[in-house]
């Protein structure tokens, strides 16, 4: 148990659909992250928020829209999904950007069909 | 470019012990973590090296040589439940972790 918790655990969903990840962090921390995990690939970092502000968008595709409401919540709404975007979705936080100990969720397995 | 190298598979006998290294360029760096991730499970956090030289914790070491742009995590006593996929990361100069591949360490007994 890292004080991250992420659902649903597991989700699939048809190309037209729209659905939301979401992560919880009980920590205190000010940043939360969200990746994505394919297999025998590095960790991909998509969306990087700080005290509520979102500080890194690696050009993520616009059919993934991250939102921040406070710094212990973070979603990620799915639109329109590609069958490439099929992957392990992790979201993590950590204490700030400088002190960067990651604690990472159990992580949403995602299936596009 | 920004890059992060690890072998993709070891394997390793139970009790024994076994090293795996990282190589790494990354646009300034603020540091290298590796972290252990369980097959179906989140990334844990296991060590943090920003300082040349050795960090012990346990049956686990990690090792870091700034100059040469690598380290490594070593593991003794190894235990099956050591089997895992280990986790190389270098945090750059906009504290951002740069990933590498991962290695999965196969554990026979």
């Known amino acids: 148990e890292t004080g991250v918790t992420q659902t649903p655990r597991h989700l699939v969903m048809g190309m037209t659909n729209k659905k939301s990840l979401k992560c919880e962090q009980h920590l205190g921390h000010n940043a939360m992250y969200w990746y994505k995990q394919s297999a025998k690939k590095p960790l991909e970092l998509m969306f990087v928020?700080?005290?509520?502000?979102?500080?890194e968008n690696n050009s993520v595709p616009s059919r993934f829209s991250p939102e921040c409401p406070n710094s212990s919540h973070l979603f990620l709404h799915l639109h329109t999904l590609q069958p490439e975007d099929s992957a392990l979705y992790l979201c993590?936080?950590?204490?700030?950007?400088?002190?960067?100990?990651?604690?990472f969720g159990p992580g949403t397995r995602l299936t596009v069909l | 470019g920004q890059n992060i190298d690890q072998p993709t598979e070891m394997t390793a006998t139970e009790g024994a012990i076994v090293q795996i290294n990282c190589t790494y360029q990354?646009?300034?760096?603020?540091?290298l973590f590796w972290y252990q991730q369980h097959a179906g499970e989140a990334p844990t956090f296991l060590s943090y090296?920003?300082l040349d030289g050795l960090e012990e914790k346990g049956r686990f070491s990690s090792f870091l040589s700034r100059s040469k742009g690598y380290s490594y995590l070593l593991l003794k006593e190894l235990q099956m439940k050591d089997s895992a996929s280990y986790l190389c990361?270098?945090?750059?100069?906009?504290?951002?972790?740069?990933w590498g591949a991962g290695t999965k360490l196969i554990i026979k007994p």
């Open positions: 090296n920003v």
């Open positions: 993590a936080s950590s204490q700030d950007l400088e002190r960067n100990e990651q604690f």
């Open positions: 928020y700080s005290l509520e502000e979102r500080v």
């Open positions: 990361a270098c945090m750059d100069s906009n504290y951002q972790l740069i």
């Open positions: 990354t646009s300034g760096f603020n540091g």
